[in-house]
């Protein structure tokens, strides 16, 4: 057992770098990760993204559910569970009469839990918070005098986060939980303006370095309806606070003749934050076989001040109303026929589907930023073999394929394509082997 449970922190330790990367560029493809602290990633593992991302009213002790600390209790006192998750998209974008294709592929998660103690389970994992990568030009003609003018835009960057958290179940239908994550990363996003036939060039280069913290406490209550029915209610609460970082913006005015430059900078302190967020969730369960989830999430943005560089006064410096409150809400549905069967492995897998529609947490020049509506489909796929069919601790492929469209009014419209899979290994690591 110490030996799997090294090899667990090995597989997670190593994960770190490559997640980190993977994140820079899962955002990598969308102009809209220039706003706020860019694409905030979807929270949830491959199970629950077949079920349209809900889960804080999700309760099964073979699942790792990070939405909800308070689901990490359930989990068996005899099994480890370690889940890691990857994603390949396509994604068309099209304004206007423009349109253009893009994919990517990217490690999504790490994450593992196990019961530490009677009514005690501890959860741990990797990853991503938000992501930031984009590049683009746009380019206008001025007038004869002033001739055209071309401005290049640029980013990389996002935010991970390295967590722990416990799940409690202090009596038999309430459970308590709380989910700790160190915060760190990064970005770097930059504006240049080229005119022609001058010889200036205007950059506005925008930094700033991230390490912090977030906390996030959960609850649950499961009570059984009758003997085939249960209902299982959940919430959430994600504190707010300063991030501790120190954004800059350099103006950076180059004579691209003679290549000298002149640069001015302006750091505000402490000047990123994040907002007090509030989810509650709900599953109902239908004989073990048949579960029906929905969750609304709410995070106040709008309270946080942004920072922003203000092109008639010069100035850079917090700004009120550029970010506003965002809102999720999903619903989902698992059915599988007889997960008691001994035999028929069809009657083990798990059917999956949802939708959801998330508002924008920025804006755009004074109006509403993107809205996203996603629909999805996926399957629960046991990998069985002669050693875990009889003991049921079965590893599990979940598969999903979602749909995603992100739309505002007269900008880019995205639409792309989600394969999302997940790997579950569930062994029985605790037990006390008996030799006749």
């Given at each position: 057992m110490n030996n799997r449970f090294f090899g667990v922190l090995m597989a997670a330790v190593m994960a770190v770098p490559v997640?980190?990367?993977n994140g820079a560029q899962s955002g990598a493809n969308s102009a809209y990760s220039q706003y706020g602290l860019g694409i905030l990633a979807d929270q949830s593992q491959s199970f629950a993204r077949g079920m349209g991302g809900t889960g804080l009213g999700l309760r099964d002790g073979t699942l790792v559910n990070t939405l909800n600390p308070a689901s990490y209790s359930a989990v068996d006192s005899l099994t480890m569970l370690f889940d890691a998750g990857v994603s390949g998209q396509f994604t068309n974008f099209k304004e206007q009469n423009t349109s253009l294709n893009s994919r990517s592929a990217n490690l999504n998660y790490v994450v593992g839990l196990f019961r530490m103690r009677r009514h005690l389970g501890v959860s741990f994992g990797l990853m991503p918070f938000s992501d930031i990568g984009y590049s683009y030009t746009t380019s206008s003609y001025?007038?004869?005098s002033l001739g055209s003018i071309s401005e290049t835009f640029s980013g990389s960057g996002g935010i991970h986060q390295l967590f722990v958290g416990a799940g409690w179940n202090p009596f038999k239908a309430l459970s308590l939980g709380v989910n700790v994550a160190y915060l760190w990363g990064n970005y770097n996003r930059s504006a240049t303006s080229t005119a022609v036939p001058t010889v200036n060039s205007l950059s506005k280069v925008y930094k700033a370095s991230i390490n912090s913290y977030q906390v996030t406490l959960g609850m649950q209550w499961q009570q059984a309806i009758d003997k085939k029915n249960s209902m299982t209610l959940g919430a959430t609460?994600?504190?707010?606070?300063k991030l501790g970082a120190d954004p800059t913006c350099d103006i950076i005015n180059l004579n691209t003749s003679t290549l000298v430059s002149d640069t001015t900078t302006t750091t505000i302190k402490n000047g990123?934050?994040?907002p007090m967020s509030y989810g509650?969730?709900?599953?109902w369960n239908h004989d073990k076989k048949l579960t029906l989830a929905a969750d609304y999430t709410l995070q106040k943005w709008g309270s946080i001040d942004y920072p922003s560089y203000n092109e008639t006064t010069g100035v850079y410096g917090l700004k009120s109303g550029l970010l506003k409150d965002r809102t999720r809400m999903s619903i989902g549905a698992d059915y599988v026929i007889d997960p008691q069967h001994p035999t028929s492995y069809l009657k083990h897998v798990h059917f999956r589907a949802g939708?959801?529609?998330t508002s924008p947490y920025y804006t755009i020049n004074g109006h509403d930023g993107p809205k996203d509506i996603s629909l999805t489909a996926g399957l629960s796929l046991p990998l069985v073999s002669k050693w875990n069919i009889a003991a049921g601790m079965r590893p599990v492929l979940n598969i999903s394929a979602q749909w995603i469209r992100t739309s505002a009014k007269d900008l880019i419209t995205e639409n792309s394509f989600r394969i999302?899979?997940?790997?579950?290994f569930n062994e029985r690591w605790f037990a006390k082997w008996r030799i006749d």
């Open positions: 997640l980190a990367q001025l007038n004869n609460v994600g504190l707010g606070h990123l934050e994040l509650v969730g709900a599953s939708a959801s529609y999302n899979l997940g790997l579950t």
